[in-house]
């Protein structure tokens, strides 16, 4: 799989093509820095938050100001000193590092395992493997927007996020926000773990 293109929701799309988009943005902006298509975006689209007073109000609005303060090269910059740089990257963005304390391990199998019973296979031109945090949300946004039923239902996103998203995300978000180069994606962190947090909430309702 790969990021498609952002598409803010519009308002009669609902909540449920909302979070696909969240999803969406999210994805696009863990796997590579803002380009300046998406950064304009940002400067001219209606980019309020997705439910004024609620729980992503404020970090939704501390994302948009950041998206609004950068630009295409700071935020490169910037990506590339968190998630790149010389050796090893100073910030993981994959499960397993997070799971198991190493790459390439236990939890990227099982992953690939739930990936194949889904009929999803990485693209062979991506360096990234499947348990970036990029692909992951990737998937989630494919089991909310995807046209197959047999798979795209809420019973599905809620077992693949509790397998391959709740356990690990947070920490990940974590590492990001105690890293004293991150900025803009500082905002980024501090808006996927409110949107995370909601979705845990939701989906534990389902059983109540």
Same mark, same amino acid.
């Given at each position: 799989?790969?990021?498609? &293109?952002?598409?803010?929701?519009? @308002?009669? *799309?609902? *909540? *449920?093509?909302?979070?696909? *988009?969240?999803?969406? %943005? %999210? #994805?696009?902006?863990? %796997? #590579? &820095?803002?380009?300046?298509?998406?950064?304009?975006?940002?400067s001219t689209a209606v980019t309020q938050a997705p439910?004024?007073?609620?729980?992503?109000? #404020? @970090?939704?609005?501390? %994302?948009? #100001?950041?998206?609004?303060a950068t630009t295409a090269e700071a935020a490169a910059a910037e990506h590339d000193a968190l998630f790149h740089g010389v050796g090893k990257p100073e910030v993981f963005a994959y499960g397993s590092f997070y799971l198991s304390g190493f790459l390439n391990e236990k939890p990227l199998a099982a992953l690939r395992t739930d990936l194949q019973a889904l009929g999803l296979t990485r693209d062979a031109a991506r360096v990234e493997t499947e348990d970036h945090v990029s692909y992951v949300f990737e998937v989630m946004r494919y089991l909310i927007a995807g046209d197959d039923t047999a798979l795209c239902h809420l019973e599905q996103q809620r077992r693949f996020f509790r397998a391959h998203v709740q356990p690990w995300v947070l920490e990940l978000c974590g590492a990001v926000l105690a890293h004293p180069r991150a900025d803009t994606w500082r905002a980024v962190a501090t808006f996927t773990a409110a949107f995370v947090q909601v979705e845990t909430q939701a989906f534990d309702l389902l059983e109540i």
């Open positions: 799989m790969t990021t498609a &293109p952002l598409n803010f929701a519009a @308002p009669d *799309e609902g *909540e *449920e093509g909302a979070r696909a *988009e969240l999803y969406g %943005l %999210l #994805a696009s902006l863990w %796997l #590579a &820095p803002p380009d300046g298509a998406l950064l304009q975006q940002f439910e004024a007073g609620a729980h992503l109000e #404020a @970090p939704w609005m501390q %994302l948009v #100001a950041a998206l609004r």
